[in-house]
T-cell receptor, first 114, second 111 residues
């Protein structure tokens, strides 16, 4: 079974631009979560989507948004990029059932904002 | 979700057991203990989880104390490929998929 895939793997943008990252979950998984990882803040939860609905949200500004499609693929968007948005963005998928909710992470997209 | 405390780093000789401790003294009765690891520049990898009984799988064993205030992840025969940052996370039953990562333990396996 294929794992979680994320595209692109690397991205360079400049301040003020916007970016869209994509995540394809494991087949049959209905939940997709997004995390940001930086050296200073570690791994931080952004949001989770389940069946095209945002089910949980972390403490990030409104510049960070996401969506999920009917095939469970998800995208996240960051508008008006800032230097501090440079990070590894990780996507994780799971069946979405509770309580056993093992998450499988993708390789991440490394975003550099210049 | 309850807060966890882990040592920042540990060393282990290859072939020996690696025992990684985690304190979660404020854990609630409905919270599971999860362990993930992250090898440099890769996404975190699920290892194991448990509620109150000890658990074992092909990767590791999880020992949870009777009062559930601490746990130990055991890698029975550490290899160089086990060098990674190991995260202990507690998460409530019935919550969505949010994982709250701490700073983890950086395990260095040496020859």
């Amino acid at each position: 079974k294929a794992g979680v895939t994320q595209t692109p793997r690397y991205l360079i943008k400049t301040r003020g631009q916007q970016v869209t990252l994509s995540c394809s979950p494991i087949s049959g998984h209905r939940s997709v979560s997004w995390y940001q990882q930086t050296p200073g803040q570690g791994l931080q939860f952004l949001f989770e989507y389940f069946s095209e609905t945002q089910r949980n949200k972390g403490n990030f500004p409104g510049r960070f948004s996401g969506r999920q499609f009917s095939n469970s693929r998800s995208e996240m968007n960051v508008s008006t990029l800032e230097l501090g948005d440079s990070a590894l963005y990780l996507c994780a998928s799971s069946l979405g059932t509770i309580p056993d909710n093992e998450q499988f992470f993708g390789p991440g997209t490394r975003l550099t904002v210049l | 979700d309850a807060k966890t405390t882990q040592p920042p780093s540990m060393d282990c000789a290859e072939g020996r057991a690696a025992n990684l401790p985690c304190n979660h003294s404020t854990i609630s009765g409905n919270e599971y203990v999860y362990w993930y690891r992250q090898i440099h520049s890769q996404g975190p990898q699920y290892i194991i989880h448990g509620l109150k009984n000890n658990e074992t799988n092909e990767m590791a064993s999880l020992i949870i104390t009777e009062d559930r205030k601490s746990s130990t992840l055991i890698l029975p025969h550490a290899t160089l490929r086990d060098t990674a940052v190991y995260y202990c996370i507690v998460r409530a039953i019935g919550t969505a998929s949010k994982l709250t990562f701490g700073t983890g333990t950086r395990l260095q396996v040496t020859l």
